[in-house]
């Protein structure tokens, strides 16, 4: 039973700006690609990565990530993601990781939390994080509603699965969806919840790459 880390990192970022596809932004001198792909590696838990990457990009990615199987994305990150199962040719009882490019401080505890709870028999794990803020049903600039945040989680990555849970909800996939585990649940399979970590943090606009780089310096 091998584990697979897929990496989608072909995403264009343009809410980050810095002229370039958001996982090859530098974050205090290296790539988010590179730190993410650094930490996945570092976890002692997964074999093989496999990122992700515009196709124009595949030599700098290379360069960047000597260590991984770099293959061409897709438009969406759902076709991303399709083509890394293709190219890692997982085994059925195999356990796959779909972790963010965005996401390059997350802790290696983290990642080896969410295989554990795969070995530990689940089908699909995610790891997540309480809500904090109130959090508010609108219609139009109208509130509706507050929802109990209590039964609310920010979800992170890596999220995990079994690879034929994964495959079987790729192959039932009737649209694009934000997360993997998103797919998994239309298909009626059980996602776990296993603790987040705050570090984990998803870059996304100019404040979160700051946060990231204050980060950085607390180390």
Partial sequence: ???IALVPAAG???RLGGGCPKAFVELAGRTLLERSVTGLLASGVVDTVVVM?????LAEARRVVPGALVVAGGAERTDSVRRGLAAAGCAADDLVLVHDAARPLTPVTVVARVVDALRAGAPAVVPALPVT???KQVDGDVVTGTVDRAQLRAVQTPQGFVARVLLNAYTAADGIATDDAGLVERAGGTVTVVPGDPRALKIT??????????LCREV
């Fill in 133 to 135: 803020d109130t959090v």
């Fill in 53 to 57: 990457v515009p196709a124009d990009l």
């Fill in 205 to 214: 606009t100019p404040f979160d790459l700051a946060v990231a780089e204050a």
């Fill in 1 to 3: 039973m091998s584990v």
């Fill in 12 to 14: 264009q970022g343009v």
